[in-house]
């Protein structure tokens, strides 16, 4: 697995921590003042904006709260992210 993958928009990602198991999808992705996004998200410059899904069908999770996380974190280590599926 390379350094960082490149981070698409909708692509599904697992959280790497044994203690748990949490997919994540892609919701937008916040790069300067023009940032990506698929709907009506709010967007953190610099951050990738998550949603929390269902492993089998990566549909959001009713409730769930969108999330942030930093572009080193998809890294494939151990508190980031690994990709599941684009």
Request: charged letters at 20%; a positive charge; one cysteine or more.
């Amino acid at each position: 697995m390379s350094a960082l993958q490149a981070i698409t928009l909708a692509s599904v990602w697992k959280e790497v921590d044994p203690r748990l198991t949490r997919f994540v999808k892609v919701w937008a992705i916040g790069v300067g003042s023009t940032p990506e996004a698929s709907g009506a998200a709010p967007i953190r410059s610099g951050f990738i904006t998550l949603c929390s899904v269902t492993p089998d069908t990566h549909e959001p999770i009713p409730g769930r709260r969108l999330t942030y996380a930093k572009q080193e974190r998809f890294n494939g280590k151990r508190g980031g992210y690994a990709l599941h599926c684009v």
